[in-house]
């Protein structure tokens, strides 16, 4: 229903206004790189959160140096080694001055944090990620500044003040709330006049309307990717223009317009510049983001991560399933690989805690995801099957990272900025030195995905199955000649004899199993004797 709101709501405004305005049916300009071509479309990304991954001066707070110093195990450049994760792009959190420990609130969009190093200690971790073949992009957050930013400073002394229209100013309270659930107040008083912050009263509105403000934050991306910077993930793109309660307060068209000219300025000099969209919405919307394949290039798949996560803990794929066939249906005659599936993030719980600790679940889950289209992003922590604190703070969700057993795990030799407890065994070390941990697994389902261009880059489509129970799913990938076949348990019975209706006309290769009896041709389909609980397979046809 909301889709359909917005799309009219989008023809009424375009209808209502002049045609340049509504340029979203003409083709991009031909310097933008188009969305099927880009260097994301066979990488695996991995999410860090600098002030809990690596502490190189033992004050307790993780640092670029420490970062820098700790990328052979993310990637070491080799791929005859079989030490390191094998993940070849990251996307950093905000690593600008911001008063807050998570960094969305930004004072200088052109410095680093001073807890987290200098621009010295970026300019060499871009070196480092890139001789490794590491692709680096930035959390940009374009919708709100802080309130400790020198413009809203300026901005909130008042109706002339220089930088009053960098913000979203008005005379009296328009009583908005917050247009995502909960409701809070969105305008703040300051001597008589009210300005709006859609999250917090510490996190005003930039007018993003204002060329002004929109020549800033470009020319602040450009001084990111002047540095080597790979892209940027878009935070909370939803909320970007602003025109009316509610409805008026999420995926505006201007918000698009706005999408639309920084990717177009932004790729007139940088043309393999990335754009992942922060646009947490169902995923009929976030395929908006899409536009006409002149605004971002991938955007997170947040309605498919809930969907997996709760049929994993369910035990039954069908919700996976039909959610793939409507990602299809939304993204029909785009672009499949605009997806960014993940299981979580820094703003949920963390995937092990969803599952209940259930390493099974756990297993089955990552290969799931890293037999998906699009480009997947896993959250750090998560190929060690860390569960992260259990409230529902946001700290919780952000702990240190677990590099070895030892009181500061690795992470500092000082007192960690922030502590949660885990299970024995959920650290780096511990699990290189068993083959059968986790943090194994997913090495093996990233090199297998670098391995086979059908995962990583081909087209998906997904086989009827016979006499297959609830827990059972499967997944074509096709690369021209080249098949490789997924199933699925994520079931806790296992799975009889089933049939997956894909006609090949030899006897599959296996790739990588966990719990497969066997695999074998008919005329018609591929016959799987058993498939334990949580197993699963890649199959190369
Ligand atoms: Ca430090
Ligand atoms: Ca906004």
Not at 138 to 158: A, Q
Not at 490 to 512: E, K, Q, R
Request: glycine letters at 10%.
């Amino acid at each position: 229903m909301a889709v359909s709101r917005q799309t009219s709501s989008w023809i009424a405004v375009c209808s209502a206004l002049a045609l340049a305005a509504c340029s979203s049916s003409e083709p991009p300009p031909s310097h933008i790189t188009p969305n099927t071509q880009g260097w994301w479309r066979d990488k695996v990304f991995y999410e860090i959160f600098v002030r809990s991954f690596a502490d190189s001066d033992g004050n307790g707070t993780g640092d670029l140096r420490g970062l820098t110093a700790h990328l052979d195990a993310l990637n070491d450049g080799d791929a005859g080694t079989t030490s390191d994760l094998g993940v070849d792009a990251v996307w950093l959190m905000p690593i600008n001055p911001s008063p807050s420990y998570h960094g969305y609130d930004v004072t200088d969009y052109r410095d680093v944090n001073p807890a987290y190093g200098s621009l010295a200690d970026f300019d060499a971790f871009v070196a480092a990620a890139h001789s490794r073949g590491i692709k680096v992009i930035l959390d940009m957050v374009l919708n709100h500044s802080s309130s400790k930013h020198p413009w809203f400073l300026d901005s909130w002394t008042g109706a002339a003040a220089p930088k009053r229209d960098w913000y979203v100013w008005r005379d009296t309270d328009p009583g908005w709330r917050q247009p995502f659930g909960s409701f809070g107040p969105t305008w703040y008083p300051v001597y008589g006049s009210y300005y709006y912050g859609v999250f917090t009263s510490s996190m005003p509105d930039l007018n993003l309307t204002n060329p002004a403000v929109e020549t800033e934050l470009v020319d602040s991306m450009k001084f990111w990717l002047a540095r080597g910077v790979d892209g940027f993930r878009l935070d909370a793109v939803r909320y970007y223009v602003e025109t009316a309660a509610d409805a008026g307060q999420q995926d505006q068209p201007g918000t698009h317009d706005f999408l639309r000219r920084i990717r177009d300025r932004l790729q007139a000099d940088y043309p393999d510049a990335l754009l992942v969209a922060e646009a947490w919405a169902t995923l009929d919307i976030a395929a908006t983001y899409y536009g006409n394949g002149d605004e971002a290039q991938l955007a997170f798949s947040f309605e498919l991560a809930d969907q997996m996560k709760k049929a994993i803990a369910a035990g039954d794929a069908t919700d996976i399933v039909s959610t793939l066939y409507r990602i299809d249906d939304a993204l029909g005659g785009k672009d499949r690989g605009f997806d960014a599936p993940f299981l979580s993030n820094h703003d949920q719980r963390r995937v092990m805690r969803d599952l209940g600790g259930d390493p099974g679940a756990a297993r089955v889950a990552a290969a799931t995801l890293l037999a998906l289209p699009g480009t997947p992003f896993i959250y750090y922590g998560e190929e060690l099957g860390m569960q992260g604190g259990p409230s529902q703070d946001d700290v919780d969700k952000r702990t240190p990272y677990r590099w070895n057993a030892t009181p500061g795990h690795g992470f500092s030799s000082g007192s960690p900025w922030y502590d949660a407890p885990e299970a024995a065994g959920v650290d780096l070390a511990t699990q290189q030195a068993d083959p059968g941990s986790l943090w194994h697994l997913y090495r093996n389902l990233v090199a297998l995905r670098h391995a086979q261009t059908p995962l990583s880059k081909g087209s998906s489509s997904i086989p009827a199955l016979r006499a297959a129970p609830a827990g059972v799913m499967a997944l074509l990938r096709t690369d021209g000649q080249k098949r490789v076949l997924f199933v699925a348990n994520v079931g806790t019975a296992a799975a009889g004899s089933f049939g997956v209706g894909v006609a090949t006309p030899g006897t599959p290769t296996v790739l990588l199993q966990e719990g497969l009896g066997t695999a074998s041709p008919t005329s018609s389909e591929v016959t799987v004797s058993a498939l334990a609980p949580r197993g699963f397979a890649f199959l190369s046809l």
